[in-house]
């Protein structure tokens, strides 16, 4: 064992340079200027100040939503098919129909059900049907919804930059929103809190406001306020909708802030049609519910690419192209749950587990040294070249580090020691035994390895368990398990086998200090 090749050297002075040199932006004040692949361990939320922000989805308003559609287009089929009726009204959960004829009923009925898949046509009192989802289908729905909410609010946070954002499910509905070194959520409650469902509507030149209050309104148009106020007649079908943008830009036109998009092939090519077939009409553009623009079209619009001009400020057009650029939140969100934890509270976590990881290490170190004497001394510097593989593994993975994360730290700190003690006590064995110096080390090393991979195994399946079954603070716990016990077990055993090897090669000793 004392003769390693130079090739295993230079592997294990390797790694150990690497971490090191990646560990060393953890002990630096200021690394603004490091390029972004040298950077510290990211802070959590519990050691760096930030935000806990808890979004509810509201799923009554899609409920809602769709079933306005469904009401639509059961009225183009009623209309379609010639079939009479009455009272068609959507509700939150379902929509509602009387058709006074048995025939045209059952007939209804089949064409009601090809609307969209998951959908029940029951028959009620008074030759009513009434249209819904069936429970598996709903509960499909709420589920894709609140996936497709997270998504959208993992990319407008990813807009703002900020480092190692907490974006997770909770419970059915919720969302757990984290944003470590952000200590004024306003900004981002006001993203999160815009929908930003974007869609381009003709305006109805045929009706005016005044005519729609009176009720003389087409069933094809409805009345929508305008952002300044102002009141407009649309069609209820849109033109082009925002799920056909591919990118937002905030930019100048005559010196006023404007913002352009460009649509994919398919919007290009509708929104290039609708433009050329209505020059001289207005085209709104409508955004949540409210018409923010409503310019004339003047010529076609080919090319997919287009301009939203208003009242904007910079920041707004900033603001608004952000939202197009991320996607529309399926259904809106509120905020239930708002906390802020100060820089001042993480500072104080950070200097605790600093202070509890030096005093663990002093009484490993010390323990060692008393153990084992000279050899102690050995396992002392591969505890601290264990620290240092553990900081520059978790800064090249861009991990967060949390509080439980250090906790894990501190427990890999005390384990680290683990194998050498098994290896040391085997050598007493040998020793005991009669055998020679090179032999006993030897032995201590091939005759342990077995129980150190079988012990260390055993706890990194409880991380990997940990880390699949947790949340965010036992994950946190878990990786740095995890990573503790894959850089002890290199540096108790390759490391400690290096210095061993290469003392007894140049001072070839009769005896060990054991």
Same mark, same amino acid.
């Given at each position: ?61 899609? !409920? #809602?939503?769709?079933?306005? /559609? @469904? *009401?639509?287009?059961? $009225?183009? %089929? ?64 709420? !589920? #894709?919804?609140?996936?497709? /909410? @997270? *998504?959208?609010?993992? $990319?407008? %946070? ?64 409805? !009345? ?291």
């Amino acid at each position: 064992m004392y003769k390693l090749s130079r090739s295993r050297i230079a592997i294990i002075l390797a790694i150990c340079f690497i971490g090191i040199f990646f560990a060393i932006p953890n002990m630096l004040s200021d690394t603004s200027k490091l390029p972004k692949w040298w950077q510290p361990v990211n802070l959590g939320l519990d050691l760096q100040g930030g935000s806990n922000l808890l979004l509810e989805v509201k799923l009554d308003e899609v !409920l #809602k939503e769709r079933m306005s /559609s @469904i *009401e639509d287009s059961a $009225r183009q %089929i009623l209309r379609e098919n010639k079939i009479r009726y009455q009272n068609l009204s959507a509700g939150n959960e379902s929509v509602k129909v009387k058709i006074d004829n048995l025939n045209s009923r059952n007939k209804a009925r089949g064409l009601f059900k090809k609307i969209d898949t998951g959908l029940v046509v029951d028959e009620l009192d008074n030759d009513t049907l009434e249209i819904k989802y069936n429970d598996a289908a709903l509960n499909q729905l709420k !589920l #894709k919804v609140v996936d497709q /909410s @997270i *998504e959208i609010v993992r $990319r407008r %946070i990813d807009e703002l930059g900020t480092k190692e954002p907490v974006i997770q499910r909770q419970g059915s509905d919720r969302i757990v929103v984290q944003l470590p070194g952000l200590q004024n959520p306003e900004y981002v409650k006001t993203l999160l809190g815009k929908t930003a469902k974007m869609s381009f509507h003709m305006v109805d030149s045929r009706s005016s406001a005044a005519d729609a209050r009176r009720g003389k309104l087409s069933s094809t148009s409805r !009345l929508i306020q305008g952002s300044e106020g102002e009141t407009y007649v649309i069609s209820r079908k849109a033109v082009v909708g925002g799920e056909n943008l591919v990118d937002a830009q905030a930019s100048f036109q005559e010196g006023q802030p404007v913002v352009s998009f460009r649509f994919n092939s398919l919007g290009g090519k509708k929104f290039g049609e609708a433009t050329k077939n209505n020059i001289g009409e207005k085209l709104a553009i409508v955004l949540d519910n409210e018409v923010i623009s409503a310019p004339v079209i003047q010529s076609a619009i080919m090319g997919g690419n287009g301009i939203i001009s208003g009242n904007f400020t910079l920041e707004s057009a900033n603001d608004l192209a952000l939202l197009l650029r991320s996607g529309a939140l399926p259904a809106p969100l509120e905020v239930l749950e708002e906390r802020t934890v100060g820089a001042g509270l993480g500072s104080d976590s950070i200097r605790e587990g600093v202070t509890a990881s030096i005093i663990g290490l002093i009484a490993v170190v010390v323990f060692m040294v008393l153990a084992y004497g000279l050899f102690g001394v050995f396992t002392t510097v591969t505890v601290f070249m264990n620290l240092f593989l553990m900081l520059g593994a978790l800064s090249i993975m861009g991990a967060t580090l949390t509080l439980p994360g250090i906790a894990g730290i501190i427990l890999t700190i005390g384990m680290a020691v683990d194998a050498n003690v098994l290896i040391f006590e085997r050598m007493r064995e040998e020793v005991k035994n009669g055998r020679s110096t090179k032999d006993a080390a030897e032995a201590g090393f091939t005759e342990a390895w077995a129980t150190i991979v079988d012990s260390n195994l055993t706890t990194l399946v409880a991380a990997f368990v940990l880390f699949y079954f947790g949340t965010g603070p036992v994950r946190g716990f878990a990786v740095t398990l995890a990573i503790g016990i894959a850089t002890s077990m290199f540096t108790s055993v390759t490391v400690t086998r290096l210095i061993i090897a290469s003392w007894i090669a140049r001072y070839k000793p009769t005896k060990l200090p054991i």
